[in-house]
């Protein structure tokens, strides 16, 4: 650390460094991004806003559709007329069958595994149907099981609200949740 | 000590121009991620939250965590939860509140937690009467884990609902589409 031996020195070139991290910086400050949240809104069936009046159109009451959620599918009440234009076929003393069965057919072994897609294609014909009806509704009321995740909830209240895609057509976007059944 | 000045003086200054280049991305960076939102959300084992293609921006609410170990109303630990098994439904972990904190559907814990959550909500509401966006308004931020089952969650909102809460919003995490 002599005098003598620092007018030797070449002066750092710190530009290299200062290059390398300015390129680190914004890819570590991307890498701990924190997430993003967002809500969905819900409110309590029994006190949630009334429907609308019916009044002036008595022979075409307002859509109610309903989303029950089992362990073995998804059904769909309060739609029948639009989900099977030609009349259901009824097993007698059987349990009619979900209306959007597991994908394996079976009790369902996760989020995956209930089949998202034909739910949403029959929701889009049943609010297509609707519209054309001119008894058209935002309102869905879901009916979990009790066992259900959480996670398949949410997920169900995603379909109903609108389809998937850049300008997803808008479903049904005023959720109620009903208590379900023990 | 005369000789080291005049060498630094005749050394090459330093450039920050790629300093001043290193800020301004800093600085873009940190403008965006400043409008994020007011609540605050802690990712760990026990909260999960699930996913979702909602895109409504949460707003200011009494904040309820449903963790698989712990409820908590604005950030105080009210009632505790313990895992069981489902014979209905083999090989998923389910949650509850212990029997011990509850009777029938009502949680006194939780109840009275909501209650006082609610005075004072409507406290600051009733002092700020002119400002529509602070009114009580019975609003409730639910941050609830994602493999907890549905009867967990109506347990909350039933007691939630019987102290004035009608407004439900989930916080999920916003994925693209």
């Keep these: ?182 | 000590m005369a000789k080291k000045k005049k060498r630094l003086a005749a050394s090459e200054e330093l450039n920050i121009t790629s300093m001043m280049d290193m800020m301004t991305i800093i600085l873009v960076f940190l403008l965006k991620s400043f409008s994020a939102t007011e609540i605050t959300v802690n990712p760990s084992d026990n909260l999960k939250l699930p996913n979702s293609n909602a895109d409504k921006d949460p707003g200011v609410a009494i904040n309820v965590v449903v963790a698989k170990n712990e409820i908590l109303v604005d950030n105080k630990r009210i009632v505790g939860i313990e895992p069981y098994t489902d014979p209905d439904v083999p090989g998923q972990t389910m949650y509850k509140i212990s029997d011990g904190d509850r009777k029938g559907n009502d949680v006194q814990a939780l109840y009275s937690a909501f209650e006082t959550a609610a005075k004072n909500a409507e406290g600051v509401a009733n002092l700020a009467k002119k400002r529509d966006d602070v009114g009580f308004k019975g609003k409730i931020l639910f941050q609830i884990d994602k493999d907890v089952p549905f009867s967990l969650v109506r347990d909350v909102m039933y007691n939630a609902g019987q102290a004035k809460f009608a407004e439900f919003e989930f916080v999920v995490i916003k994925t693209e589409g």
């Design chain 1, 1 to 182: 650390m002599s005098d003598r031996e620092m007018p030797k020195e070449e002066p750092l070139d710190l530009v290299p460094i200062m290059n390398l991290v300015t390129i680190l910086i914004p890819v570590l400050l991307m890498a701990i991004k924190s997430v993003e949240v967002a809500v969905i809104d819900t409110t309590l069936p029994a006190i949630g806003a009334p429907s609308e009046a019916t009044e002036d159109m008595p022979d075409k009451p307002p859509l109610q559709l309903k989303v029950a959620i089992t362990n073995s599918g998804i059904r769909i009440l309060g739609a029948n007329e639009y989900l099977y234009p030609e009349g259901r076929a009824v097993v007698e003393g059987a349990q009619a069958p979900p209306d959007v069965p597991c994908k394996s057919n079976a009790r369902c072994k996760g989020v995956e595994d209930y089949d998202w897609a034909d739910l949403s294609k029959k929701l889009v014909n049943i609010k297509k149907g609707a519209q054309a009806d001119d008894r058209d509704s935002d309102a869905v009321v879901l009916m979990p099981e009790s066992n259900i995740q959480y996670e398949v909830l949410v997920r169900t209240m995603d379909i109903t609200r609108k389809t998937d895609g850049e300008d997803g057509m808008r479903l049904f976007p005023v959720v109620s949740i009903a208590g379900g059944s023990k």
